[in-house]
């Protein structure tokens, strides 16, 4: 399988804290890996790091093959982004977020009118194309956020949190989305508050104190933690970091 993401002793520090320490992993093609950590474990900053956002103390990585030092603005053009917090502007157009997004992710104009028409016939929304996005239901504007991120056809999608907040039969109808996207071959990076969501994952890397304290299939974790539940596992790694 090929590498599409790669980190090896990828450390970020803030003054005398180290909010991420020495991490290392791969993610491969077409996998649905997810970041898991409580609240300060590290991954919300490992995350940026990834994306371009943030550069790293020391470490390496490279995300889409491009190197997180030198080329950023390079990784960002080359990935997909979705956030459960920001993903679409509510007081625009279903259409004119499809438009504006196109554009932000470097899609020419042409680009962006021949793939609307195909986006919202996937959607099933052609005949709410000129409605304001807040009108619309979460599980459309879910749908509709994460088809955004995929429009100029990323090999890599970073979702953070992106069924926050959201019942758990649209949270479902969701992951049938992500699972579509990784048989085509499009890597999933995502991190969640869910750990029955981590089961869905092929893989899971879960961070405590900055660390990756496990990282495997959740079936492997369950075994060697000897737990019942990807839950299960959560806790005692929290457990023990506190």
Known sequence: ?????SAEDLTKKFGDFTAVDRISFEVFQ??????????GAGKTTAMKMLTGLLRPTSGQAQVAG?????QPELIKQHIGYMSQRFSLYEDLTVRENIEFYGGIYGLTF???????PQLLHELGLLEVERQLVKSL??????????SIALIHEPRIVFLDEPTGGVDPI???????????SAAMGV???VTTHY????EYCHRVSMMAQGKIAALGPPKQLKQAFQAQSMDEIFLSIARGAK
């Open 1 to 5: 399988m090929d590498t599409v993401i």
């Open 110 to 116: 042409k680009e962006i009118r021949r793939k609307i």
């Open 66 to 70: 491009f190197d997180v030092y030198r």
């Open 30 to 39: 077409g996998e649905i890996f997810g970041f898991l950590g409580a609240n």
């Open 187 to 189: 890597t999933i990076f």
């Open 195 to 198: 750990m029955d969501e981590a």
């Open 170 to 180: 649209t949270r479902r109808q969701f992951w049938e989305t992500i699972y579509q």
């Open 137 to 146: 239901p979460l599980g459309w504007k879910q749908r509709l956020a994460f």
